[in-house]
């Protein structure tokens, strides 16, 4: 007998939500968003007081009230991660203990938050420094927000979004990042099993989706400041400033790992700072916009990667060191030039300092490719103006953040 369709559609209601993220058929649409969305803030520096024409903070940093609309700021997301709303239609949960227990959480800690089943706004009362015993395993549906406070997660093993989705990191401070130990970790409340060694990323995004991490500050960990791998996509990187580190950003597991072929991150509004030497990103078989950065410093490269990415590079300054031998921006890897010229690698609108150089390839050696917009001569003057707020946020309560 056929099952009828109201019964259907009540039983697809009733199923959980998928963790799974498929890719955005056209990603060049999401960058003619992106770039529509830069537009528009550019378009309204005179009616705003605080604007910046960077779309993101001129969604929310303009509302002295920011504090009572804290959530709002899950609406303001732009690029592949753009869906990622944490912890929006959940209770605010206030941290109020920054000790850590790996097991057996206490309520008021940022552990005992992160494992919660439901959804969740996660704050903080007051400054606290929070140096985690084993790496903090988030569950679904979760923002932690640090604006208001000065947080800093250090000293130990950090972030690790695994398998989870709708997760938003912003406003913290990530540093000093150590690998962790075999260990018994809570990741629900009733549950938790154990781990193996941490690789000692600042945030490490393991088969996640729709993720958004902003404004945070970042440098000196163990691996990565940002890694995202096995499966992750749907991933925004927007406001951060990083600082210190060596190998920077990997996104994309390995060049034999294909299903990272869905993986789709948007790089916006970043700055890349001092003591930096590559993987700015390096980037494996996905689809990666890099728009509106600044790159003050590298040392060997700022943008690689290996197994055929599409990276598409729009209004980003790049100023290259003094080392005659590394002016070059890119890095292609792992394959000689008879492969990755086939790679689709575009620079456009891109402002090249001091000698920085771009090697284009694909689809981006020819002035032919079909682009998904132009951003004209004047945004790459605009990065500094655009990422003068990277990193986290000196917010006071009562006036623009």
């Known amino acids: 007998m056929a099952i009828p369709l109201t019964v259907l559609v009540f039983l697809a209601l009733l199923a959980p939500i998928s963790i799974s993220s498929s890719p955005v058929p056209d990603p060049e649409l999401v960058v003619q968003e992106v770039n529509m969305n830069i537009s528009a803030s550019r378009r309204n520096l005179g009616y705003l007081s605080c604007g910046t024409g960077n779309p993101i903070d001129d969604c929310w940093r303009c509302d002295p009230n920011w504090e009572q609309n804290r959530q709002r700021l899950a609406d303001c997301a732009i690029g592949f991660g753009k869906h990622a709303i944490g912890g929006r239609d959940g209770k605010i949960y206030v941290v109020t203990d920054a000790s850590d227990d790996p097991v057996n959480p206490k309520p008021g ?31 679904a549906f979760k923002t932690i927000d640090g604006r208001g406070a000065s947080v800093h997660i250090a000293g130990g093993p950090c972030i690790t979004i695994q398998y989870v ?32 060694v941490s690789d000692g990323d600042g945030v490490s995004i393991f088969g996640g989706s729709h993720v958004w991490v902003d404004h945070c500050s970042l440098s000196n960990c163990h691996d990565g400041l940002v890694d995202a791998i ?80 599409t990276i598409n590079s729009q209004g ?9 031998f590394n002016k070059e921006v890119t890095k292609h890897e792992d394959a000689p030039q008879s492969q990755w010229k ?14 920085a150089f771009f090697t284009p390839s ?22 500094s103006t655009i990422t003068a707020g990277a990193g986290s946020l000196k917010c006071k309560k009562g006036s623009h953040c």
């Open 109 to 139: 800690t940022l552990r005992h938050a992160v494992i919660q089943d439901e959804p969740l706004w996660i704050i903080f009362k007051s400054d606290m420094v929070i140096k985690l015993k084993e790496e903090l395993i988030m569950n």
């Open 165 to 196: 989705t709708n997760i938003i990191i912003h406003g913290l401070n990530i540093h000093d990042c150590k690998q962790g130990g075999n260990a018994y970790v809570r990741d629900s409340p009733g549950h938790y099993g154990w781990r193996t």
């Open 230 to 309: 096995h499966g992750a996509t749907a991933i925004t990187i927007s406001n951060n400033y990083m600082t210190h580190h060596n190998k920077v950003m990997l996104l994309g597991h390995s060049d034999s790992y294909t299903q990272d072929k869905n993986m789709q991150v948007t790089i916006a509004f970043n700055h890349f700072g001092e003591g930096l030497v590559q993987r700015m990103p390096r980037c494996r078989h996905g689809y990666f916009h890099v728009v509106n950065n600044d790159y003050s410093h590298w040392e060997m490269y700022a943008i690689g990667g290996s197994a055929d990415p």
């Open 316 to 324: 980003n300054r790049f100023l290259a060191p003094n080392d005659i």
């Open 342 to 355: 086939n790679w689709n690698w575009r620079s456009e609108g891109d402002l090249l300092l001091n000698g």
């Open 362 to 383: 694909g689809a981006g050696a020819s002035s032919s490719y079909s682009k998904a917009s132009s951003l004209g001569a004047r945004p790459s003057s605009l990065v």
